[in-house]
């Protein structure tokens, strides 16, 4: 349904073009720091509009919190917040009212609920992701007090464009310094290219969010149906347009042999002590669905957003094969934004395992 | 935890060498047929030492339903069914006992729990899957009672060893005729051959399982959280081994553009009426992540098995760095009974969405 | 946590004196008229400063939809509402800052989270159950399209003063008519004569409500955990000030034999067939945790409220024992406002069943 | 469903006469000592047939661990329990085969499910609760290591005999010297003859079952929903037979004014610090729903058992009124059994509570 998460939950509501978009945090640690600049610092790498290689769409997503802070910290309450929406405008979409946009989710959401609001796409837009940005922000703020553990998602590939990123060193200010996200200094400018390219041809770019976090805590994971790997999986496949997720070697590393993939244990000095890590990270930082303290690396893959401007052949509510001559206000690849989406999915991952791990002890 | 499923909810218990394997299935609709002999195929398919390609544990796997079925039928009642563990030799594994053995998860038990149980891979082992073949062999029934919908499951490649499979007309019969259960006549053969010299190597093989499911009624899937396709990446996600997981275009799609990814949708034919249908499949048979009743076809990347016969560099619970001469009895390419618990595991997860699906009319 | 129910779920978040209160109901079955003056109308009766017998505090408690609904149904998408806090007074409450009223749960809340919004009650506070109402509304209204069932509470007895209500009988309209919302004409004023003297005392009485549902379909109820005189103590015993739950017979029924408990059942003419039906209903409408058709008839017992005018011995944050002179603004018996948040709870435990019983056919 | 408890949680499968009746608990946290002959223990609490008051049936009731414990520690994997049925005698149900029984839940079973297992009460029968108990057996472990906690119940009325106990220092002993399981010297023989005589009467009786608490952690329990009297509430309401649960003052507590009912603070010595206490207990332990420390005191009524040795009026499948002459093995008073099921459905409620409070610090 709309509630992810076990003992860290957030439950998202709101259509892309009703009232308001929201999310409610429940079982968040009492006396967490909560700096609401934070929040919307998140919530504005995520919105559209940031640059003219985003949709259009002008939204100020201002966020306003209701509940579960008191001066500053959490209650261990629930947490709500939201954002209005202010750019509703429901004539752009009266056309489309009775069509089913390709690749879009009108078809499936009028068969399976016999009715859905047309004003924009609903709870499919990706405006819905605005709850899950912002209930990340806390979640990251929980992961950093704990263990110093940071969340990073950049784009790592845009169509045929691949960057190099080093994991273990790429910071945050690196990914926000490039207008596409890409910290990798020559694959990013031809990516924007290629992106401005798409917009022209009135056409759209898919591509793959890679992330890396680091100082994570050994042992988070809870076998065998929540092992940190099917739940980071599940969190990422819950997003709109995504079509894959890999961690560690992923598909690629089918292609080792068995002794080329294992990752061979080693003890590392570690302030006056030792500890165990691995001289490879083809596990991608778990074994056994339990994180085993090396950095946690996974890739998602979004397919080429499904709004273009290109004519397209479907079919109406009444069976009718029509053209679509454009599906709505376009936005070549909003894989751009997707970083910021990546990184509070993971946050929330990370949070709701580190509080149950936190049960055991 | 070990409970997966909203409706129809499986619990697996069981360690590799303790006393049994099983599952509880909760909320397993009533009057549902149960063929015993069709679990035990089931669980035929996924035991270990069926041919000399797989591992050479010897196990009669026998499964016993204990509750919740009477006179053929289901009860609507907890199913409780188990696997005696027969073949437990902790003496072969004694000298495991304080090592961490490289990408298993000997490592990360030990750390999360404190304790672990060493004579075998405990709850990390595929033993575990055990109980989730039985209870996916009801789930199939349920599909297949409910619209005569049929999930496959076969080898879609092995190491660089890619086959051809239509996914519209492969049989259960052409997978199970195939030693390595590769439907692709060319490709099976050599696959037999590689995973024969990885033997010889002491090494091992990853790959691709890939599955399709056919007649699925439109509709099933949960946004936004449990969209179809993020309940499928968990579920496989969660079996041992798994490294990736990928639905319709997947990793590859995104060097389309949309114009040329987009599904155009037209009305077929059917029976006295029409119905939606889209001309491509990029979509895996989900958009907005409810089923569009498409073919349901997603890939999952298995790494290479961990257990080898090669020396191999390692630390002990100690701290001191060690040389691990065989991780254990050595099973080249578990691929090989990976359909049946692939083809179990979508099972569990349509059934457990089209109840409830069900409960919204 | 703050959620509550399985397939139709609601989430309930807000302070006392927070920004506002509000709920997110999830799993809503689609095309479910919505009409806002009913939640209103449910609103209100809860809603303190109805007549002198209650809270003086003045809020008008009017509901916002913020998602869910179009065009006057219900999408099958979260319904989100909400209700401003306007009468927010921290200044009220600035003696109490320090303070652990009696039998309330300022102490608990503390030593729980280490942390409290001593500004009222925080979401110990009656408050809190405006989310519940609202939501409640929504599932009376699909209770009433499936089988025209009714879900009626009312006050059954004020401290020593106990009414005769015929289950069978009883309407909306007579407890409404009522000031105590009490139906019985000769134990109701003497209720109210009660309470104004129990204001002018300076202290607070409890009670008993009654609730009675009619028109249950047959089998709602998930055994053995979810049976339905579980999941509706459980709804009640989740309420501010009870302390205890009963059905059909109760605690009385315990002082009769097996042969004087027992319902005899029989065949009852019903339109132009028969249905089976019990001479008595001590079962209270439920065998083995599931409905039997019969009326749900149960008690919830509510303690005197916990804020009163007279001076108690206490005790501060500091370890300090001292005297609360007045503990907040005093409403004598809230148990007036209670018959709309029972009925809510009921109907909310009913609509999840119903969606449950409805998955499995 | 057929699982119980967030963290620490259990599922009961098996109905009364098919292969088996069992437990796994998931959740568990690692590294807990387990003794069989402990859970063994209380399992021989709960069976029938221990002395002449109680059901003639004959079971054994010998307790198998199947997973999650190795060299007598939990391995904080899935536990795995069960008990074989050995006494089943499908024959002697043959006559009841078509019947529905008054007060029991044959009727509505049938009704839900279209389908019934006759051969006894199923998973209606009190013989689910040995999974409760077993499982509340390593739950009372768990209490015990962390905090001294003791869980107790015993019989405090049945059918007028009402008993004195004085909860805060009746042992296990003093419950287990009494036949009736009623620590009161004078009340308990009375109990047993009052039974003696309901047996010669073919009749039967139910009265009330009291728990104590002592040593409870402060800060247990999950407002809002899953307070702690609402999660005590829900556990002892799944319990087979029971009617009414009442917390602290109960339903008596309405006939007391707020500030004879309130529970005043005071400081106590205690060590070489201070804590705080209340004077009263008339909140039975918890306030707000969350547990203040006080001993936690609830009450639990049983009906009079449905099965009885009178002859009854009574419908069958096929709509005929028939007359039921004895409605199977006859047990006057199953309240002797029910301190070990209350007392394990109790601790499992407080442990489950008690690791979702960990998962906050």
Redesign the interface.
């Known amino acids: 349904?709309?509630?992810?998460g076990?003992?860290f939950?957030i439950?998202?509501?709101?259509?892309s073009h009703?009232?308001?978009?929201?999310v409610?945090i429940?079982?968040c640690?009492?006396?967490i720091d909560v700096d609401i600049s934070v929040i919307q610092f998140e919530l504005d790498r995520r919105r559209p509009g940031q640059s003219h290689l985003t949709t259009p769409r002008q939204e100020s997503d201002v966020v306003?919190?209701?509940?579960?802070v008191?001066e500053g910290?959490t209650?261990?309450?629930?947490?709500?917040m939201?954002v209005w929406n202010k750019d509703a405008r429901p004539a752009a979409y009266e056309h489309l009212k009775d069509l089913?946009r390709?690749?879009?989710?009108d078809?499936?959401?009028q068969?399976?609920?016999?009715?859905?609001?047309w004003q924009g796409g609903?709870?499919?837009s990706a405006r819905?992701t605005i709850g899950r940005v912002a209930a990340g922000a806390i979640a990251k703020q929980i992961l950093r007090e704990n263990a110093e553990t940071e969340v990073l998602a950049y784009v790592k590939?845009v169509?045929?464009l691949a960057a190099e990123v080093d994991t273990g060193t790429v910071t945050l200010e690196q990914i926000e310094a490039s207008p596409v996200r890409c910290p990798d200094p020559i694959a990013g400018p031809k990516m924007a290219e290629r992106i401005d390219q798409?917009r022209r041809?009135q056409?759209?770019?898919?591509?793959?969010i890679e992330s890396v976090t680091r100082n994570v805590p050994?042992?988070l994971?809870?076998?065998?149906?929540?092992?940190l790997?099917?739940?980071?999986?599940?969190?990422?496949?819950?997003l709109?347009a995504?079509?894959?997720?890999?961690?560690?070697?992923?598909?690629e590393?089918?292609?080792?042999?068995?002794?080329?993939?294992?990752?061979?244990?080693?003890?590392e000095k570690y302030n006056e002590s030792?500890r165990?890590r691995?001289?490879t990270n083809?596990?991608?930082g778990?074994?056994?669905?339990?994180?085993?303290g090396e950095n946690i690396v996974f890739?998602v893959?979004?397919?080429?957003?499904?709004?273009?401007g290109?004519p397209?052949?479907?079919?109406d509510m009444h069976?009718?094969?029509v053209t679509l001559e454009a599906s709505g206000r376009h936005d070549p690849c909003v894989l751009v934004r997707a970083p910021a989406i990546v990184e509070a999915m993971a946050a929330l991952v990370l949070t709701d395992h580190l509080?149950?791990?936190?049960?055991?002890?």
């Open positions: 349904m709309n509630t992810f076990h003992l939950r439950t998202t509501w709101g259509e009703g009232g308001a978009v929201g409610v429940d079982g640690p009492p006396q306003e919190i209701l509940s579960g008191f910290k209650l261990g309450t629930p947490i709500s939201l089913y390709p690749s879009h989710a078809f499936t959401y068969k399976k609920y016999g009715i859905r609001n609903g709870r499919a819905e590939q169509h045929t798409a041809d056409d759209s770019l898919g591509g793959i050994v042992g994971g809870e076998p065998v149906f929540d092992k790997k099917a739940d980071l999986a599940k969190a990422m496949m819950s709109p995504t079509m894959g997720f890999q961690i560690g070697s992923g598909f590393g089918i292609t080792m042999t068995g002794s080329e993939h294992n990752d061979p244990f080693y003890m030792e165990v691995t001289r083809n596990s991608g778990t074994q056994g669905g339990i994180s085993n890739q893959a979004f397919k080429p957003t499904a709004t273009i290109k397209q052949q479907t079919v069976g009718n094969e509080l149950r791990q936190r049960s055991k002890s």
